[in-house]
């Protein structure tokens, strides 16, 4: 199965800045989700979404966080104003619509908050 | 709410050696269980999953998954190992009716030649 793409690789950014995390599905799926693993600790799920709405969203996931898919291709994950503890690697997945979904992730986005 | 523990941080084992993933998990409802592994600067390769049906599951590069629901448990194993299959691996679940995967800590596998 392709995954998806994800730009950046890394991203290294001051704190209090915006940042904008790109992802590019490959094939046309139905469900997008984000997931973040901050360094020696385990993946966490931030935020899913689904026919340009979010479906479902961690307690990580405030008002720091925003989602969308403005040209129906990429999905974004923008982070308003970056601060020390959102360094971390974050995943972008992709998956398909009913229980036996799989969900498929991308090479991910290392962000470093300085 | 659904949680997963992965009670190993490592696992090491000799090539050519049987090596078991110990999974345990907790949900409310049905589970749907996975196993990803994770290379060195790469991100999660998806393994094998259990929705329902047969408990042993087969998956990607010879791994295969028993589930037990008496013990809540959802190991990953592999007949006889392979100096390649050192990575961290993470075992997930996701309960019905949602959509966010939780997932384990993760254990490290060390396959020694």
């Known amino acids: 199965e392709p995954e998806v793409t994800q730009t950046p690789s890394h991203q290294v950014t001051q704190m209090g800045q915006e940042v904008i995390l790109r992802c590019v599905p490959i094939s046309n799926h139905l469900y997008f989700y984000w997931y973040r693993q901050i360094l020696g600790q385990k993946v966490e799920f931030l935020v899913s979404f689904y026919n340009n709405e979010i479906s479902e969203k961690s307690e990580i996931f405030d008002d720091q966080f925003s989602v969308e898919r403005p040209d129906g291709s990429n999905f974004t994950l923008k982070i308003r104003s970056t601060k020390l503890e959102d360094s971390a690697m974050y995943f972008c997945a992709r998956g398909l619509a009913g229980v036996t979904e799989t969900q498929y992730f991308g090479p991910g986005t290392r962000l470093l908050v300085l | 709410a659904q949680s997963v523990a992965q009670p190993e941080d490592q696992v090491n084992v000799a090539e050519g050696n049987p090596l078991t993933v110990k999974c345990t998990y907790s949900?409310?409802?049905?589970?749907?269980l996975f196993w990803y592994v994770q290379y060195p600067n790469r991100g999660l390769q998806f393994l094998l999953k259990?929705?329902?049906?047969?408990?042993l599951v087969k998956g990607s590069y010879g791994f295969e998954a028993e589930f037990n629901k008496s013990q809540t448990s959802f190991h990953l194993k592999k007949p006889s190992a392979l100096v390649s299959d050192s990575a961290l691996y993470f075992c997930?679940?996701?309960?019905?009716?949602?959509?966010?995967?939780?997932f384990g800590s993760g254990t490290r596998l060390q396959v020694q030649p």
């Open positions: 259990y929705i329902t049906g047969d408990n």
């Open positions: 949900v409310s409802g049905n589970p749907y």
């Open positions: 997930a679940v996701r309960e019905a009716g949602r959509r966010a995967l939780t």
